[in-house]
């Protein structure tokens, strides 16, 4: 095939979005349409047929090219030329050689797909931040910790972008103002081999000055060659590391910045445009757990001046039992002793009545001391005790020390009934009669308006366990009470009365040794249950 002056393409070849070549098997141009002009030699003039095409394109700038149209012609099969940034420009070219044409030739296409590979280009970007998006998102619902969340964000980003490490800092406690790391640092695999990076980095970050570009209104910013920034020059720490450029976004809550995540890289870098506009976002997503996860501390510092409050209120609920407890054995060794000063004065104290009298002041006094000693053991903490095996009616009896008083006084009669004295629970003895205490004095508030005030204590064995009911004379818990009672800080008595502690305090500490307490809805009386393992 030879070409000929006006070529073998009709007109309107030249108008076709793709260009086209024709080439004979000596490498000269039969035919090339306008595009394929424009695409290869803009601004080339005069007619290409029957020209070399080595005297058109350089050789030396499309080897490749040239390459490729030989191999095809050699092996009559396609063949494409790897697609290649010429002139600015990405080509997919395409070359077939013309079968059934004695000379040899090839039909060249070439498509330009620079817009269509920078807009894949832009929809890859695109959706790995929407999955940076996806995975904050995903972090900051889960983690209850925002330094597990700003780890991960550090992470994310350089896995899904061109910069190596990021540093986290955050206000000085001492001056909010200034900014100090975190040590919450993240850098590629790559660069594990330095050891001395994350300090580094801090310098670095320091130098670039963090804290004053971050003050005021906290924004994104970025420095995409470091040499050239004024302040990190004006700083003078020196970049050992190659570091080239920065980006660094800040952490807003309510419009304070509480951290800034520092990203570098040594290549000269500018954050990519959509990064930059997530950054607010992440920024915001970061800020919702430093945010819940204040909000729960200062709830959990309320539960624990709750907590002191309710101990407090019992304790201060026992003082008063106490004082009943004490009061009358008090007032009986008083008795005593103005007995033997009047026998003494009139001259009658003869020994047996001296002892007899002696005997009963001791037995009075032990009687006080036993209730020291277990206003003592009650007031403890008895959560790291060992288990120990005791007897039910000792729990019952120490309890009672500090209440039954009281009751008596109140007008409410109170009874143990215990049908296995021989029994034996494994258990935290001064954990249960905590317990048995709460019980009584719910008991007690629940009963206070009825007519008949009673408490009945029973202990019976039931399987591998003990139960011990504390049922009072009321007449059962309405459902929707039954249904949160046991929810920590559910009370239906008035403000600054109940904590609503007790019955969830009192779960807890029973399931931690292995036994319960429930409700028993079928009673006809209000029966709770106290259940614990035998030993
Ligand atoms: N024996 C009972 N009879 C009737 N209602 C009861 C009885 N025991 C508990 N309740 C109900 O259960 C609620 C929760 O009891 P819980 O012991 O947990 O807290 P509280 O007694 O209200 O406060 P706190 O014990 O912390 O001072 C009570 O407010 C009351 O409504
Ligand atoms: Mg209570």
Partial sequence: MTGTQAGRFPGWYHFITDGILLVDGDLRVVDANQRFRELFSPGSTGSWVGAELASILDRGQFGDFFEAILASQRTGTRSDALGKWHLGRLLDVEINPISGDASG???????????????????HKSAIIVQLLQSVAIAANEATNWKSVLQSTLRNICGASGWQCGLVFVPAKANPGEMKASGIFYSRPELATRPDLEHELIRLALGIDISAR??????????????DDPVFKGSRVE???GVKSVFAFPVRLKGKGVAALVFFSTSRLE???????????????????????????????????????????????MAGGIAHEINNPLAAIHALAGQLRELAEENEASAPIVAGIAEKIERTSMRIAKIVKGLRVLARDGQNDPLEVIAVQGIVDDTLVFCAERLRVSGVEVSFDDTCPNARIRCRGIQVAQVLLNLINNSFDAIQ??????IRIKAEEVGAFVEISVIDSGKGIPFDVQERMFLPF????????????????????????????????????????????RA
């Fill in 105 to 123: 030739g090839s039909c060249v296409i070439v498509r330009d797909i620079t817009e269509k590979y920078r807009s894949e280009e832009t929809i």
């Fill in 271 to 317: 954050p990519d445009h959509l990064l930059i506009e997530v950054s607010d976002n992440l920024g915001d997503q970061i800020a919702r757990v430093v945010e819940r996860e204040s909000s729960s501390r200062i709830i959990s510092e309320q539960q624990m001046q709750l907590a002191a409050a309710s101990k407090l209120s019992a304790l201060g609920e």
């Fill in 490 to 533: 559910f009370t239906t008595k008035e403000v600054g009365k109940g904590t609503g502690l007790g019955l969830s305090l009192s779960k807890a500490i029973m399931e931690g040794q292995g036994g319960g307490l429930v409700f028993d809805p079928t009673h006809e009386h209000t029966r709770f249950v106290i259940r614990v393992p």
């Fill in 239 to 241: 970049n050992g590391i």
């Fill in 449 to 454: 308006a009825r007519e008949k005030r009673w």
């Fill in 214 to 227: 971050m003050a005021g209104s906290p924004q994104a910013f970025w420095i995409s060659d470091l040499e």
